[in-house]
């Protein structure tokens, strides 16, 4: 009977004492059901479990971001960063000792600032929860699985609760992963926006451009707009590349703000 069972799977290597006492009760749940309705169980309930992990851990994470939701606030001021017009920074990233090389040449800087994102209008100043929350508000499960894929027998049902503890584990896992994710993209966005205030202020970066169109009426047959004012960006503004023109002498680096976001 165990050799029916061991019939088409794939065992770890197994020590002399585990083949003397091999028996049914010792065989992986998946060995005493066919490779196919493994497969067909395994489908249904690895995302089942994975979406309770990632649900379950998500509302601790969030609950523990509330929790610091005063401090948070206060590492993290974007309303203070908004330029006039309501124009959020560009976010600029610095490299230290940077190398940049093809076939035919190689740069070295001792800094290498990038602009890598420009310059854009807001009626809101963003916050920590539109960067940290992302991806971590889990609704329930609406719809189980058709009867067809659920468990019958006992190996089964014991092979059904191994992959969904195992999809709880992978979905719990997950969580953690969008919270870092996230948190390197905040950190990544204000701390690029404050570079970016202190790089203006010694002239090494030029502001944006921003045309205002005041017009009394605009609109067509399905719309009017009574007292309108278009407000263009027409300049994002970049780099200043004339060290002639810089204001003063580089220094540090912003520091990062990453504590606050753990």
């Known amino acids: 009977m165990a050799g029916c069972l061991m019939a088409g799977h794939v065992h770890a290597e197994m020590s002399l004492d585990d083949l003397a006492n091999l028996s049914v009760d010792s065989m992986p749940a998946a060995a005493a059901i066919s490779p196919a309705r493994a497969n067909m169980l395994s489908e249904a309930a690895l995302p089942l479990g994975s979406h309770r992990g990632l649900a379950d851990r998500s509302a601790v994470l969030v609950a523990e971001l509330e929790a610091r939701a005063s401090r948070l606030d206060t590492i993290y001021r974007f309303n203070a960063l908004v330029m006039t017009n309501g124009v959020l920074p560009p976010v600029i990233s610095e490299a230290r000792d940077a190398i940049e090389a093809t076939n035919d040449q190689i740069r070295v800087a001792d800094r290498m600032y990038k602009i890598i994102a420009p310059a854009r209008f807001i ?101 009017l707009n009574v007292g309108d004012t278009l407000y263009r960006v027409t300049d994002h503004g970049g780099f200043v590349t004339d060290p002639g023109k810089w204001q003063a002498t580089v220094g540090p680096a912003t520091g990062t703000s990453r504590e606050g976001a753990k």
Not at 131 to 148: C, H, S
Not at 172 to 182: C, Y
């Open 123 to 223: 009626t809101i100043a963003p916050s920590w929860r539109d960067y940290l929350l992302v991806g971590l508000r889990i609704k329930p499960v609406q719809e189980l699985p058709f009867a067809a894929v659920l468990p019958k027998t006992g190996a089964e049902r014991a092979y059904w609760k191994e992959q969904i503890m195992l999809g709880y584990a992978q979905g719990q896992k997950l969580a953690d992963q969008i919270l870092e994710t996230n948190r390197a993209r905040l950190d990544r966005d204000y701390i690029g926006m404050l570079r970016y205030s202190e790089l203006l202020n010694k002239g090494m970066v030029s502001e944006p451009s921003v045309a205002v169109a005041p017009s009394i009426v605009s609109g067509d047959r399905n719309q």
